[in-house]
């Protein structure tokens, strides 16, 4: 049971798990300091906390688990992932199917600690079927990479209509931040997801799988992920103008810097001759980003 335990955390590898999670986490520290529409503030909850990190977890391995079912033949004949878990027969697709499911339940009865808010137990399957979609993109479309920014996306925007949902039900604007929130994620995940693919622009295009590395070329598709990642700065850079009940300052300001020297290390990391450094790009430089944002941020709009 234990086997099959640590080799199911690392089918899913687990720990990128903290490339969404501090977004969600940010989500509810500006969802709980951002003033109500009827100029209140949110109360902190514990049970709340729990159910961001309850559903986050779940969701997040239901989505890879799903992934890795539908692409284990994909995977065993690309040489690159032909050692992944379902390919090297290390686990058999039914205990794969089976913990798909189990983390599906377990992310729905996770928005229960939401209620009496309904918004997320009713949302939840939708945003399930929009999570497990992206693992179809490959074969119709080149846009795949900007479908799982939009799946990442969704973790800031559920955790704000999870704590703010009565607001956001009468006054749509109240969502606002969370948008652009959102749409920063989504950014910064299609970005370092394209130049990971850059990776199998050869396979993908022997296979015939759609990725901007594949139908663009990969020093083409570099330059893609360095303007999609410019564009996620400005996002960044407008947010205390957009929101501006936020109220962020200098200290935001320095959580930009910090990005945009992270993302700058990220690009020189990676060269359309040299490939060689493209996991220290995707997880380190995202790593430190994703957890610096997170505690920049938070200071600020905590003190």
Known sequence: MFHHMRNLLELIRFSHTLF???????AAVMAWSAPTPDGGRLRFSWTHLAGILVCMVFARSAAMAFNRIADRHLDAQNPRTAGRHLPAGRLSPGIVIGFTIVCSVGFILGTLLFLPNVLPLLLALPVLLFLFGYSLTKR???LCHFWLGAALMLAP??????????WVWNQPADLVPAVLLGLVVMLWVAGFDIIYACQD???DTRARLHSIPARLGVPEALRLAACSHAAMLAVLIGLPWWADTLGLGWIYACGIAVAAVLLGWEHRLVRPDDLSRVNAAFFHANWMLSIGLLVITSIDLLT
């Open 201 to 203: 622009a050869g396979f």
């Open 157 to 166: 925007l559920s955790v704000w209509i999870a704590l703010r949902g009565q």
């Open 20 to 26: 969404a999670l501090p977004f969600a986490l940010l």
């Open 140 to 142: 119709f479309t080149s």
